[in-house]
């Protein structure tokens, strides 16, 4: 068998143009990507119509030639670029929507976000899981961080990824209502919601992928997948591990014991990884119920990561907890039992459950002491809500 050559002769090589063509064109086009031959006019191709050639299909460089990039076409600096694909995920309750949703806001008024440079991009939020109270976090996120009219669509709808008319209307959708944005984001949250396969398995996640990778190219749009951690911190993102092979950029959220939480970068091509973001979920009271009772909700506030050994706070995470716990029922109510706040105090270690009993009503105690002594909460009889 004859060896393979990339480059062959004219003589050799079918698709060469004939004497004929030559004769008929004074322009040529070299594998220097130069054009030779004489004539009045440069042609608007002279590409030969037999021959596809590399460098006049305009993707073919030789190495030595290629210059760096000095600009990225981002939307966060360093972080996400356009048509990324990117996943933040964490466990249960870590704030995980709040984040993203401060992040939809930001990019849609261009503000810095965690200290890095943003451009305006606008935004298609799948809300696909607490629906009745994702209305809420978006208006405290709004009034949290003084946002107006930011351009973000939010679909309280699931689709069911990697199916074919679960990608055309995504990709409508971006298309018709963002014709005047250039840069665009899609944030799936949960990709549990919105993805009909099985996450465990490689080749089931890799058509999950390339229906976003479609979504990508036919939008121009960066995609943020929200997704649950597994079983413990070690484990990563949940299911294969097809998924983070795949992204971009992927950010794990997680709890400190005094109730900050942390986002930490786990990955980022051609980046660094070694940053995080501290935040905290502050209570904002949005408005007053028919019986007269605060209706509240968290937005996302930048702070200080805890220092190493430092001693943790209780009281500031009972009223993360009693925030959260709040955030998960729906927007009218505004008080829980406080033998359900109670449960949920010890499920998050705010009451260490190895302890013994007379230590954990001591701890008990303590903590409704100092959450109204601060004027944070109100407890009445057996309720507790949220000043």
């Not at 008929?24 to 191709?45: H, I, T």
């Not at 990225?72 to 990324?84: E, M, Y």
């Not at 996302?300 to 993360?320: F, H, I, M, N, W």
Request: hydrophobic residues 35%; proline residues 6%; aromatic residues 8%.
């Amino acid at each position: 068998m004859a060896e393979y050559d990339p480059f062959p002769s004219p003589d050799d090589d079918p698709l060469a143009p004939t004497p004929e063509e030559i004769s008929d064109s004074p322009w040529l086009y070299n594998l220097n990507g130069d054009f030779v031959g004489e004539g009045e006019e440069k042609p608007a191709s002279t590409k030969s119509p037999n021959r596809w050639d590399p460098f006049n299909d305009g993707r073919g460089y030789w190495a030595s030639d290629l210059p760096p990039i000095s600009q990225s076409d981002w939307l966060i600096k360093g972080l996400i670029d356009k048509g990324d694909l990117c996943l933040v995920y964490g466990s249960s309750n870590c704030g995980k929507s709040f984040f993203c949703i401060d992040l939809a806001l930001h990019l849609g008024i261009a503000r810095s976000w965690f200290d890095m440079r943003t451009r305006e991009a606008a935004t298609l939020y799948i809300s696909a899981e607490g629906r009745s109270r994702f209305h809420n976090r978006i208006a405290a996120a709004l009034t949290g961080r003084d946002i107006q009219n930011p351009p973000v669509l939010v679909l309280p709808v699931s689709f069911t990824l990697p199916d074919r008319g679960s990608i055309d209307r995504l990709k409508t959708t971006v298309i018709e209502q963002f014709s005047a944005y250039p840069s665009r984001l899609i944030i799936i949250d949960t990709m549990a919601r919105n993805f009909v396969g099985d996450e465990n398995q490689a080749g089931e996640i890799a058509r999950f992928i390339n229906a976003c990778d479609e979504i990508r190219s036919a939008t121009g749009a960066a995609i943020l997948i929200v997704h649950h951690a597994g079983k413990n911190q070690q484990s990563g993102a949940r299911g294969s591990s097809a998924l983070l092979a795949a992204v971009d950029s992927a950010i794990e959220i997680s709890t400190k014991d005094d109730g900050t939480r942390v986002a930490e970068i786990k990955k980022l091509r051609d980046g660094d990884t070694d940053r995080t973001f501290a935040f905290r979920l502050a209570p904002v009271e949005l408005l007053r119920d028919d019986e007269g009772d605060p209706v509240t909700s968290c937005y996302v506030e930048p702070t200080d990561l805890p220092a190493p050994g430092s001693q943790t706070t209780k009281r500031d995470l009972a009223l993360e907890i009693l925030c959260e716990t709040l955030n998960s029922k729906p927007p009218t109510v505004t008080e829980l039992s406080l033998d359900e706040f109670k449960t949920a105090l010890i499920d998050r270690h705010a009451i260490d459950p190895e302890a013994s009993a007379s230590a954990r009503r001591q701890q008990w105690a303590r903590i409704k002491k100092d959450l109204q002594s601060k004027n944070l909460a109100k407890i009445e009889g057996d309720r507790i809500w949220l000043l």
